[in-house]
């Protein structure tokens, strides 16, 4: 499967976009001033408008408050992964971040007065004091809010929406990053690819009996099966998922069930937020089935918390706050995203406001303060994350596994695999390799792919942010901020168009600059993948998918299992993995072989280097990762 999760969030460059110092003191105000709403005026101005909302009708909608002191959460968060720190593994509850990270009381008691004025009483603070969650009518929020909320159509969706941004008197405006919810207009989409056969195969799950990969094999493949030897399950663990597609609870036990599993009954918990979301593979149900089996059968004693909003802006939003807020997930993945050329195209355009990125950084950082390890999926679209959702042809990587504080899930191909048609092969290798297709254009051809359809891009996602800059724990890392390409492709000076080089060449010495993407990575490829199980309205059966998708759940369900290994919270991965990979028995394998057998469409290894970005540190054993964890 290929999984391309899209989601309208991360951090748009905090220092390109905000000042995040301490909120202004709460003086007295008569002027009011505008906040930005999670929907440009690209959007607004060119939908179609059908008259006013019922005014009778309730909306929800975020108000969403700045952190506080965010210089002193980076280095606090730095500390919590640190050994020898007197804060060393010791997090913070949602209470403690609220303390000393989250908006003041004050703030917030003066916004609920605010629109208490207006009856508005429906309000819910998550405990962080960052998100303050409203429902109020139309008629309330407009004469609260100075907006008009109307219904409106663009691009075949019908939605509400206010044109003009909400306003609120300065001393609460102040405060607030952006309210969120006034438009409901969303373009989050979720892809999941099946592995290509031929171009009439059904895209539906149709086998009955298992097919692909499965979390055994992995355990087997990435050496996880010293820790379930040992007595580790995952016991004591809870998984959360964050997603924007329902499912049906039983498809992960019937899949766990066919494995023979054995697990802990009445684990999956189904959490709806904001009233939950669609059922179907058409809305990426499949996405939410393989999330939960995969993690919960690599940790199958732990409890997996799936959390189910609508594919809005706040639903999104408050999925992540309920999860990160409840603090009962140790573990946190989900795989929704969209390359930053796009978010960037949207803000330069109006489309987006540059605020709604920003939101969920500050929960990002605030899991992290907690000691809950978030992972994020790459990407599958290799180095040209644009390609599948605008068109372009530019080096682009996907949000928001570029946040700092979320661990990027990258992708490889599993040796071994081989293919014929008309005489034709296509060849995986004879070592594990970054996932890229260039192996298999000679198949893709013989299927009747006309480049450039998307099938020629697709791979682990990797490469350089331009949104953020490349953190403190990769800057003393070999092969950070250098690189070794392939020239597979070439791009017109717009990235608009694209042609294949028959000869690609081998760049050397190459240099960048920003995060590096991803951090580590295991089997992606969905022609050496993993079975999914599913029934759903529009899917039933099995089919093997593939994707780094996969990997970020994944890799939650192998922290929940080292946690419980371990006896505690190992916390956020990131600055722990690069030190452990710098390290003479490092846990990681880096895939360093230069040239067209590993890479991920651009991006490959440079020998001698530790990191690259079609694969980052390697691919783990997660044995010796849950003993380096542990401080042995």
Not at 122 to 151: F, H, M, S
Request: with cysteine.
């Amino acid at each position: 499967m290929k999984k391309k999760k899209k989601m309208t969030a991360a951090l748009a460059a905090t220092a390109l976009v905000f000042s995040l110092g301490t909120s202004t003191s709460f003086a007295a105000a008569t002027t009011n001033q505008s906040v930005s709403q999670g929907v440009g005026s690209a959007v607004l101005n060119n939908a179609q408008y059908f008259g006013d909302a019922d005014p009778n009708s309730q909306v929800t909608v975020d108000f969403v408050f700045k952190v506080q002191h965010q210089d002193q959460l980076a280095q606090y968060i730095t500390d919590t992964t640190t050994p020898g720190s007197k804060n060393f593994r010791n997090y913070l509850t949602p209470s403690q971040f609220q303390q000393k990270y989250g908006a003041s009381n004050g703030a917030i008691n003066q916004l609920q007065k605010y629109l208490n004025g207006y009856g508005i009483t429906d309000i819910k603070v998550y405990p962080d004091n960052l998100i303050v969650t409203v429902t109020g009518t139309v008629a309330q929020l407009n004469k609260a809010l100075y907006v008009e909320i109307q219904r409106a159509e663009y691009k075949g969706k019908t939605f509400h929406a206010s044109k003009s941004d909400p306003k609120l008197p300065m001393d609460v405006a102040q405060n607030l990053l952006c309210v969120l919810g006034l438009t409901n207009y969303s373009n989050l989409t979720s892809q999941a690819v099946k592995e290509s056969g031929d171009l009439t195969s059904s895209p539906q799950a149709n086998s009955a009996t298992p097919t692909g990969n499965t979390p055994l094999d992995l355990a087997k493949h990435y050496n996880v099966n010293p820790l379930y030897e040992a007595g580790a399950t995952g016991a004591g663990q809870t998984i959360g998922i964050v997603t924007l597609a329902d499912f049906n609870p039983s498809d992960a036990y019937s899949f766990w069930d066919q494995l023979g599993i054995k697990y802990k009954p009445n684990r999956v918990n189904r959490i709806l937020v904001d009233g939950g979301s669609q059922l179907g593979a058409a809305y990426g149900s499949d996405e939410t089935d393989l999330d939960v089996q995969q993690s919960g059968g690599l940790a199958p004693q732990a409890n997996v918390n799936v959390y189910v909003a609508p594919n809005t802006d706040t639903g999104f939003v408050d999925a992540y706050a309920k999860a990160i807020n409840d603090n009962q997930a140790q573990s946190i993945s989900a795989s929704w995203g969209e390359s930053e050329t796009i978010i960037q195209a949207a803000v330069n355009s109006n489309y987006e406001t540059p605020a709604y990125p920003y939101v969920f950084n500050e929960l990002y950082m605030q899991a992290a303060a907690q000691g809950q390890a978030t992972f994020a999926a790459s990407g599958d679209s290799g180095a040209y994350a644009a390609e599948r959702d605008l068109g372009t042809f530019d080096l682009s990587t996907l949000n928001p596994s570029d946040s700092p504080y979320i661990t990027a899930a990258g992708g490889t191909t599993l040796p071994g695999y081989t293919r014929t048609l008309n005489g034709v092969t296509s060849l995986s290798g004879d070592n594990e390799r970054a996932w890229g297709y260039d192996y298999y254009f000679p198949i893709l051809a013989q299927l009747g792919y006309v480049f450039p359809d998307g099938h020629y891009f697709e791979g682990g996602g990797g490469g350089f942010s331009k949104f953020f800059a490349t953190p403190d724990y990769q800057l003393s890392v070999k092969g950070v901020n250098t690189f070794s390409a392939v020239n597979l492709f070439t791009s017109s000076s717009d990235f608009t168009s694209v042609t294949k080089n028959d000869n690609p060449n081998v760049v050397t010495g190459g240099t960048g600059t920003g995060r590096n993407m991803p951090d580590l990575s295991m089997d992606a490829d969905p022609h050496t993948g993993y079975g999914v199980y599913m029934n759903l309205p529009d899917a039933t059966g099995w089919a093997t998918y593939g994707g780094t998708s996969f990997v970020a759940p994944q890799l939650a369900g192998l922290s929940a299992l080292i946690n419980s290994s371990v006896g505690q919270r190992v916390g956020f991965w990131n600055p722990q993995i690069y030190r452990f990979a710098q390290q003479s028995d490092s846990p990681f394998t880096p895939l360093n072989d230069t040239g067209t057998t590993n890479d991920n469409g651009y991006y490959t290894g440079t020998a001698g280097t530790i990191y690259n970005q079609a694969t980052g540190l390697g691919i783990p054993d997660v044995a010796a990762l849950a003993k380096k964890f542990a401080g042995k």
